[in-house]
């Protein structure tokens, strides 16, 4: 065979031994360097695969982090309010706090009603209706001593009139709504849903 090759003239055995280079480039290209290419493209798109979802988890653990911390900060609003709300036993005693605090302050109690609870989702306002009868420094002194109490109570609708002279000093009649707040238990809010839910029904119920 050899003989044979080295019997050709001159460019036919160049032609020879191209054809056989490109033969050898082809067999490496086929059966070493393509199926390498394909590998390397499918690393390397798992790579692309891999940094997407470590930068997706990254992103999700600052979010659940930011989260985390925003609800840390609601549960400690929440119990900081929480502290300022009295529960449904000590409603009696801060009513007559507040009522005493009037007298205290020199003001005269016309009267003192405790209104119908208003019930909202999750707690329920608890108003009083309140008349008194002092002078202007008295009733100012009465609600700042209801603005330093450790719970809440929210003073509105405050209407003063039939002012007098008495005895060198200008006495009035003072009358507001002194409201404070409760948290609903459990059952008071699913009875409340629950109430609400129904009254919505019938509404529609109407309507048809």
Same mark, same amino acid.
């Given at each position: 065979?050899?003989?044979?090759?080295?019997?050709?003239?001159?460019?036919?055995?160049?032609?020879?031994? =191209? !054809?056989?280079?490109?033969?050898?480039?082809?067999?490496?290209?086929?059966?070493?360097?393509?199926?390498?290419?394909?590998?390397?493209? !499918?690393?390397?798109?798992?790579?692309?695969?891999?940094?997407?979802?470590?930068?997706?988890?990254?992103?999700?653990?600052?979010?659940?982090?930011?989260?985390?911390?925003?609800?840390?900060?609601?549960?400690?609003?929440?119990? /900081?309010?929480?502290? /300022?709300?009295?529960?449904?036993?000590? @409603?009696?005693?801060?009513?007559?706090?507040?009522? *005493?605090?009037?007298?205290?302050?020199?003001l005269e109690v016309l009267f003192f009603r405790q209104k119908p609870e208003v019930p909202h989702d999750?707690?329920?306002?608890?108003?009083?209706?309140? =008349?008194?009868? =002092?002078?202007?420094?008295?009733?100012?002194?009465?609600?700042?001593?209801?603005?330093?109490?450790?719970?809440?109570?929210? @003073?509105?609708?405050? *209407?003063?009139? *039939?002012? /007098?002279?008495?005895? =060198? /000093?200008?006495?009035?009649?003072?009358?507001?709504?002194?409201?404070?707040?409760?948290?609903? !238990?459990?059952?008071?809010?699913?009875? @409340?849903?629950?109430?609400?839910?129904?009254?919505?029904?019938?509404?529609?119920?109407?309507?048809?």
């Amino acid at each position: 065979m050899l003989d044979r090759i080295f019997a050709l003239p001159v460019h036919q055995r160049r032609l020879l031994y =191209g !054809s056989l280079v490109v033969l050898i480039i082809l067999l490496y290209a086929f059966a070493l360097h393509l199926p390498q290419a394909r590998e390397l493209a !499918s690393k390397k798109e798992n790579i692309r695969a891999l940094e997407a979802e470590h930068a997706r988890l990254q992103a999700f653990a600052v979010q659940r982090e930011k989260v985390k911390n925003e609800m840390a900060e609601t549960e400690e609003l929440f119990n /900081q309010v929480a502290a /300022q709300l009295p529960d449904q036993k000590e @409603i009696p005693e801060l009513l007559r706090q507040v009522s *005493n605090l009037g007298r205290d302050s020199g003001l005269e109690v016309l009267f003192f009603r405790q209104k119908p609870e208003v019930p909202h989702d999750l707690y329920a306002e608890v108003p009083v209706e309140m =008349g008194v009868r =002092g002078g202007y420094h008295q009733v100012a002194l009465f609600f700042d001593k209801v603005r330093h109490l450790e719970r809440i109570v929210h @003073i509105t609708e405050l *209407n003063l009139k *039939n002012p /007098q002279l008495r005895n =060198g /000093q200008v006495q009035i009649d003072a009358s507001f709504f002194a409201t404070t707040y409760r948290f609903l !238990s459990e059952e008071e809010r699913e009875r @409340i849903a629950k109430e609400k839910a129904e009254a919505q029904q019938k509404k529609k119920t109407k309507k048809k």
